[in-house]
């Protein structure tokens, strides 16, 4: 756990009915001083919506190497780098070249994000897809966090049920091009 940061526990059932995960949860996500909990919720949504046998939050912040979230094989390659936020176009295009599948999942508005990345060699950039949700969707679940939380996501026709510590949040999944 990196020095200085919070521990929270996500008490988490997960029902991705278009993916046909269901799925009973505890995550403990350390969340770095320099960390918002806009990232942080950002990161546990992209681990559950992508939630597949070896997914791993890495160690955060301090892993230069790596990115929020990835998903290993049995023979530990890794098989999907997921990032959160707004990369830069180098390490898309590292993780990209390392990893099967590439995704990122931002709290941020995603034409700003994208429009970073014009003109940068991003390897199968046409592959990566950015998912983002309805503006002001991340900030209410951000506002709801406590150290330790209650959660229920529920996922249909790529529309996110949210239910955390008894409020009630839903959005859309906005899948975005980066080219």
């Excluded at 918002?36 to 939050?57: K, N, P, S, V, W």
């Excluded at 023979?75 to 295009?93: S, Y």
């Excluded at 008894?166 to 999944?173: A, D, M, N, Y």
Aim: proline content about 4%.
């Amino acid at each position: 756990m990196a020095t200085g940061a919070t521990m929270h526990t996500f008490e988490v059932q997960l029902a991705d009915v278009d993916r046909g995960v269901y799925e009973e949860l505890t995550l403990r996500l350390a969340r770095h001083p320099s960390e918002t909990d806009a990232y942080m919720i950002t990161r546990l949504l992209a681990y559950c919506l992508e939630y597949e046998e070896g997914i791993a939050f890495s160690e955060g912040i301090s892993a230069t190497d790596e990115p929020a979230v990835l998903v290993r094989d049995l023979t530990g390659r890794v098989t999907a780098w997921i990032e959160v936020g707004a990369p830069d176009a180098p390490r898309l295009h590292f993780g990209s070249k390392l990893a099967d599948r590439t995704a990122v999942y931002t709290h941020r508005d995603p034409a700003k994000v994208i429009a970073q990345w014009a003109g940068k060699t991003i390897h199968e950039a046409d592959a990566i897809t950015v998912h983002s949700f309805d503006p002001g969707f991340i900030d209410a679940a951000a506002g709801l966090v406590e150290r330790r939380n209650e959660m229920t996501l529920s996922v249909t026709e790529r529309q996110v049920y949210l239910e955390l510590n008894g409020t009630h949040l839903s959005s859309p999944i906005h899948d975005h091009a980066i080219r």
